[in-house]
């Protein structure tokens, strides 16, 4: 596992919360929601391209 990946993720975590606080202060808490459920799902996506990768990792060094 890359230190990009955790910074990216960390910089998604920042940006979401950014961008949900402004827009609960604006008074529109639904797209509040959809960018928080946004930031969930292509966080959740990057991490199972990598645990995919793991699994073609251990994969390949067991010769399963």
Wanted: charge should be negative.
């Amino acid at each position: 596992m890359e230190v990009d990946l955790i910074f990216k993720i960390a910089a998604i975590g920042i940006t979401v919360t950014m961008l949900n606080q402004l827009l609960i202060r604006a008074g529109r808490e639904e797209q509040a929601m959809m960018v928080a459920l946004a930031g969930l799902i292509i966080t959740l996506s990057m991490i199972v391209i990598e645990i995919s990768n793991l699994f073609n990792t251990l994969r390949s060094v067991f010769d399963l």
